[in-house]
């Protein structure tokens, strides 16, 4: 027999045949075993400020459930749930209820573990906060246990998040937005809600109308939604629920606002955020101190804020050149308007009612001698505005006229020498487009160097005021005087014989005043005679009859004839 024969071939493969057969049907027989039984576990939340229960169900596949075990594992040091307290080992399955008991009556059963079965849950006592922990569930039934035990897990978080609202201002015109941020260290934020209340009647805001109950309404992530442990919040007048709009808020009213986080745990901020505002849309009102139509030098501006519904936060001036329309910087001219801040005369702009100041010594600060055109006119506008940014939309305006051009006086003629002296008139001038504003006189005697007051000779220097020929000083070319029936008055009696010096100088409407006053010295009552005037008249009469007598004697001679020598016509006397 050859070893390679095919009949010997044939005769071999049958016998391996037969002798695996046993193998190869009992191989099928394990193939088609019944699965064991399975079971989950209803979802359970990422993080659980409580856990009263743990459910699932489980589905025999053989046969009907038979058991159900729970094994529960703390992450924090690897310790296993006995079901009274927490150990190292052994690991511990924990026998679960059915819903409906007992087990073995149907091959689909909802099952339960709680805080109150025997084995329990554990309960807030036996968890710490931030801590995660592990269950796995695994149903029985007559082919055994589960071999791949459903899974979930939680984190047990009890730390309530924490709110914050950015700030709002104390006043406002506008409310467009809300924002905030919040955070839970422990977890995970779900949400954010706010609640707005009315001051004045205490409603609700519903987020679309005001209510008597109160409503918290829910403010939304700032960028995609809640799902990390720190986030930016916003509620606006878009969003749904929204803030109120214009409409919906009442001038001069507070509202309160409140918000709080929610966290994936349910807990909930238990202080919330506050924030109030006042909704304030009146204007406030400016008032510029008065300014002379005509100035030499302006060191400051001065005025006042008024805001009745809220508080001021400034003040500011708009100063602008006729000459040009140029603005005034603070520190420059510039063909672009622009305002300049003011300051609080009194520490800052805090209250609603507040003088306020702008300087050649502030910052920003007024033009000085250096900035100002002699003779060109300037105007200031002053606009006040609040906190809420409401701005006074009618400025207080003033203006002046910038005038260092000093005025002129003439008196008119007055002789050297008068017997009375009853009124004294000249003439002033300004350069245009000043005015002359009045015109002073001095009296000095200089027999005691005394000065006329109006009323009395005084040693100290006084200068009187003269008065406007026709109307009032009011342009730039005025007639002026001075008379025994104006106030104050020329004296009626001077003295006679006296010499008076008179001078008169010119004041501006900018204060400019005449440094070269007019002068004139005068002699007043020298052709009143007094009685010894008459007495030394009558004397050189006397005198002068009698020398005239004696030389008319001498002249004729002893006997009445012409002297010896001298013919008659030339005796003739």
Do not use: C
């Amino acid at each position: 027999m050859k070893r390679f024969d095919p009949f010997w071939r044939i005769v071999i493969a049958l016998l391996l045949i037969f002798a695996l057969a046993p193998v190869v049907a009992l191989s099928g027989a394990v193939i088609a075993a019944p699965d064991p039984a399975e079971t989950t576990i209803t979802p359970i939340s990422d993080y659980v400020n409580s856990l009263t229960s743990i459910t699932g169900t489980a589905t025999g596949n053989t046969s009907n459930v038979t058991a159900v075990e729970v094994l529960i594992q703390r992450y924090s040091d690897g310790r296993y749930w006995t079901g009274t307290t927490w150990v190292i080992s052994p690991v511990t399955w924990l026998d679960a209820t059915a819903l409906i008991p007992p087990f073995n009556t149907s091959s689909i059963e909802p099952w339960t573990i709680t805080t109150a079965t025997s084995p329990r849950l554990p309960i807030a006592a036996d968890l710490d906060d931030g801590v995660t922990y592990r269950i796995e569930a695994r149903a029985y039934d007559a082919g055994g246990p589960d071999t791949t035990p459903d899974i979930e897990s939680f984190t047990y978080d009890i730390t309530e998040p924490d709110t914050t609202i950015d700030d709002i201002p104390t006043y406002v015109n506008d409310l467009p937005e809300i924002t905030g941020t919040a955070l839970d260290t422990d977890g995970e934020l779900a949400g954010v809600e706010v609640r707005i209340q009315r001051d004045s009647d205490d409603k609700y805001w519903s987020g679309t109308t005001w209510q008597t109950s109160s409503k918290w309404i829910d403010a939304i992530a700032s960028v995609g939604t809640f799902d990390s442990d720190d986030e930016d919040w916003k509620i606006t007048t878009t969003t749904s629920p929204r803030l109120p709009k214009a409409a919906d808020l009442n001038d001069s009213v507070t509202y309160t606002i409140e918000a709080r986080a929610e966290d994936v745990a349910t807990n909930v901020d238990a202080t919330p955020d506050t924030e109030s505002f006042t909704y304030d849309i009146t204007e406030p009102d400016t008032t510029i101190d008065d300014i002379p139509a005509y100035v030499n030098e302006l060191t400051e501006i001065t005025g006042a804020a008024l805001d009745t519904d809220g508080e001021l936060a400034g003040v500011e001036l708009l100063i602008q050149r006729d000459s040009d329309d140029e603005y005034w910087t603070g520190i420059k001219w510039q063909n672009s308007s622009t305002w300049i801040d003011a300051t609080a005369s009194v520490g800052t702009f805090d209250s609603a009612v507040e003088d306020w100041k702008v300087t050649i010594n502030t910052s920003p600060r007024l033009p000085q001698a250096a900035d100002l055109d002699n003779g060109v006119t300037y105007s200031i506008e002053a606009r006040a505005e609040d906190v809420a940014t409401n701005v006074d939309a009618t400025p207080d305006t003033e203006s002046f006229t910038y005038d260092i051009t000093e005025p002129d006086t003439d008196i008119d003629d007055i002789p050297a020498s008068v017997g009375e002296l009853t009124e004294i008139t000249g003439t002033a001038s300004d350069t245009s487009p000043g005015k002359v504003a009045g015109v002073e006189v001095l009296i000095q005697r200089y027999s005691d160097d005394k000065y006329w007051n109006g009323t009395n000779w005084v040693v100290s220097e006084t200068w009187l005021d003269a008065i406007a020929s026709v109307g009032t000083f009011d342009s730039a070319s005025e007639a002026w005087e001075i008379t025994t029936n104006t106030s104050p008055a020329l004296p009626t009696t001077w003295g006679g014989g006296e010499k008076y010096n008179i001078k008169a100088r010119a004041i501006d409407a900018a204060e400019n005043v005449d440094p070269s006053p007019a002068t004139v010295d005068v002699t007043i009552g020298s052709s009143g005679l007094l009685w010894w005037h008459y007495l030394l008249i009558a004397l050189g009469s006397i005198i002068l009859i009698g020398v005239i007598f004696l030389l008319r004697q001498f002249l004729r001679g002893p006997k009445g004839g012409p002297p010896e020598g001298l013919q008659p016509e030339e005796f003739e006397f």
